[in-house]
């Protein structure tokens, strides 16, 4: 699995070139429908040479830009290891890929820019989060979506206590006795040492488990959800610098849990999370209308968004809206469909907003009033 970083993220979005082709597309991580990755990414890949030899490139410029995906085609070892979507960028100076667990609609598009809406979502953690399985003898950490989860592996953090603390002597370990099974919390017993030395062992695990955690964590506000014997949880929020681990946590042995039961209950502690941001934006936009702080006119919000004046941003999952706009003059010429010269303005403001320091919600279909598809909250 690919991290993608918000400075990744910001790199992509401000980087122009004549061609720039944005593919997107569901995965299979494992069985016998895996075996479609690579045709589906073999025909999005014939049909980006359709269109860009019909936009006048000729057939050798073609097949140099599009060699690295080509190559991703026939890579048995790249298959083996997929998420639930991915996602690729390249352009003649640059190629990107990222398997990400969202399953992305299908999608190629080629402009001058790259299509970057399909990631909005990851933005502001929407339906993403990490699970962190605690256990003596093992740590893990998982990263979601609303769809699954999966193991993610961080090199910079202790895999065990014993790690931590540089020492193999059992006798200084903690052990734990289950109370009433899997998911009822647990007793802490001490083997050589007493509470207080135990309390102290677990701390210093967890905080080097917290500083190896943070390079991957630092610029995210993506929940993060304990999971282990109850026990430890106080201990580790005592450890703890991550400002978005949650009040809730998973009780009991992890290794007891399968992943989708892992994921089920994970995914029942973040959703209130996740609907509290989208419904505190929509209250807002609720109570400044009328004010004129607030537009659906797609017109008047492509300008606004470009200039930093949209501080939040509704886009309904899937739109699109096809033309180009000039910055000099604030026009806005629009098409039918997807044609060489023009892109997604939707896109288009969805970057210029994250741009600009603002927040872009992607939304379902009916959520924002009077049936928009787009809706924004001016600054000013």
């Not at 806005?332 to 927040?359: C, H, V, Y």
Request: net charge negative; proline share 5%; glycine share 8%.
């Amino acid at each position: 699995m690919n991290a993608l970083s918000k400075e990744e993220l910001k790199t992509l979005m401000q980087r122009r070139n004549d061609w720039c082709v944005s593919m997107f597309m569901p995965t299979y991580r494992s069985g016998v429908e895996s075996q479609q990755n690579s045709i589906r990414l073999r025909n999005i890949v014939r049909r980006a040479e359709e269109t860009l030899t019909n936009s006048g490139l000729r057939t050798l410029e073609v097949k140099e830009l599009l060699e690295p995906v080509q190559e991703l085609v026939n890579n048995v070892l790249f298959w083996r290891n997929q998420s639930d979507g991915l996602a690729i960028f390249l352009s003649k100076d640059e190629f990107h890929y990222f398997c990400l667990p969202v399953s992305f609609d299908e999608i190629l598009v080629i402009t001058d820019r790259f299509h970057l809406k399909p990631l909005m979502p990851l933005l502001h953690g929407d339906e993403r989060f990490y699970v962190l399985a605690l256990s003596q003898n093992e740590i893990t950490l998982f990263e979601g979506t609303s769809q699954a989860v999966k193991e993610v592996n961080v090199e910079t953090m202790p895999k065990s206590l014993a790690e931590a603390l540089q020492t193999d002597n059992p006798e200084r370990q903690v052990k734990f006795r289950s109370g009433k099974g899997v998911g009822q919390g647990g007793m802490m017993s001490g083997h050589g040492a007493d509470i207080e030395d135990v309390k102290s062992n677990l701390l210093q695990y967890f905080q080097r488990v917290d500083k190896g955690l943070h390079d991957l964590l630092k610029e995210n506000n993506v929940p993060l959800v304990l999971a282990g014997v109850e026990y430890q949880f106080p201990i580790y929020r005592e450890a703890n610098s991550y400002p978005f681990l949650m009040e809730g946590g998973i009780s009991g042995n992890p290794k007891g849990l399968s992943p989708e039961q892992l994921h089920r209950d994970a995914y029942d502690i973040v959703t209130p999370h996740f609907q509290k941001a989208v419904n505190e934006a929509l209250s807002q936009y609720n109570q400044s209308m009328g004010t004129g702080l607030t537009s659906d006119n797609v017109q008047e919000i492509i300008p606004a968004a470009y200039h930093g004046r949209v501080g939040i941003l509704f886009v309904v999952q899937g739109y699109e809206y096809w033309g180009t706009y000039n910055p000099a003059n604030d026009t806005i010429s629009l098409d039918e469909k997807q044609e060489p010269g023009n892109e997604d303005l939707a896109d288009f403001a969805a970057i210029q907003t994250f741009l600009n320091g603002g927040m872009v919600f992607v939304v379902e279909p009916g959520l924002l009033p009077a049936g928009a598809r787009m809706a924004a909250v001016f600054r000013y």
